[in-house]
């Protein structure tokens, strides 16, 4: 029969190993835990990059189709050059579409007409007759014809026209023989020929007088001095380009998928025994690019003691 000291030192052996197993099974369930439900970061995606050349085209805007390599997963970037460039994805194609580049090579002329201005030119003259165009030339190399800008006007003087009038003067002689058919007249600017008024009379001294009549003319006066302007295109030669050709480089950065679902696995504990073996979960790519691998959830049961030196009697 046991005594109380006996009772109460298998009381507080009983305490002890129960409580023993409570922190073991506590322990182990929070471990299992821990590593069944937390994602664990195994790799981040790996970029590569690819490089598509377009030749050599007189068309600025060029598109070009290729095939994508077997590991694409998605595009990280795209870039060009020189120019814009966009793209479009259909299955395992991409149609890459560039446009707006430099010129990568082109031929040289002399084009004799590659710069060209306006330029005038002044003309003066003491009468209204001017040449119909005139020959342009300065010192930076321009040259040309140049025509009228508009007809030619007067810029300083005055013109006065030519006028008539009618005139009579006699001719007194001693003797008629003197007495000639007609007479010059040139007189205050006016000038002409006279003739002969009917015929002579003789005046009280016995002198013989004879009229003479006509119209005369006086010259026009022209003090104008005349402007004419000129105006018209000039040009000047130099290197010009023809054949203009485009080539454009694009590059695609793309993030690779994994090559092997042995690179997404992760060493757990068994639900079932205490025997550590490879899980495969579900590889899940995040936004960032990388990869996070996801345990599979278990609900099961844990029986029995975790030391069974423990058990109970």
Not at 6 to 15: M, S
Not at 167 to 185: A, D, F, M, R, W
Not at 268 to 276: A, H, K, R
């Amino acid at each position: 029969m046991q005594t109380k000291e006996q009772f109460l030192n298998l009381k507080h052996k009983r305490q002890k190993n129960t409580l023993n197993k409570t922190l073991t099974l506590s322990l182990s369930i929070l471990l299992t835990s821990s590593i069944l439900f937390h994602p664990v970061k195994t790799f981040a995606a790996g970029t590569e990059d690819l490089t598509v050349t377009f030749a050599e085209s007189p068309t600025q805007e060029q598109n070009k189709v290729i095939t994508l390599p077997s590991n694409f997963d998605s595009v990280e970037s795209v870039s060009v050059n020189t120019g814009e460039v966009d793209y479009t994805i259909s299955g395992n194609e991409m149609t890459i579409n560039v446009s707006d580049g430099k010129v990568s090579s082109k031929g040289s002329f002399f084009n004799p007409t590659l710069h060209s201005k306006e330029a005038t030119s002044v003309q003066y003259s003491d009468r209204n007759s001017f040449p119909s165009s005139i020959d342009y030339s300065d010192d930076n190399g321009y040259s040309g014809t140049l025509t009228p800008l508009s007809p030619a006007y007067v810029v300083s003087g005055s013109y006065t026209p030519p006028s008539s009038k009618t005139v009579t003067i006699s001719q007194t002689v001693s003797n008629p023989s003197y007495l000639p058919e007609q007479l010059e007249y040139n007189k205050n600017n006016y000038s002409g020929t006279l003739t002969k008024n009917n015929d002579y009379v003789v005046n009280i001294n016995g002198d013989y007088v004879q009229y003479y009549s006509g119209t005369v003319y006086s010259k026009d006066s022209d003090t104008r001095k005349w402007r004419q302007d000129y105006s018209g295109e000039v040009y000047k030669g130099g290197t010009d380009y023809k054949n203009f050709k485009y080539s454009y480089t694009v590059t695609i950065t793309y993030k690779t998928r994994s090559s092997s679902l042995a690179s997404c696995s992760y060493k757990g504990v068994s639900p079932s025994s205490n025997t550590t073996i490879n899980f495969r979960p579900k590889c899940v790519t995040l936004d960032d690019g990388s990869s996070d691998l996801y345990t599979m959830k278990y609900n099961f049961l844990v029986t029995g003691i975790s030391d069974a030196g423990a058990k109970e009697k």
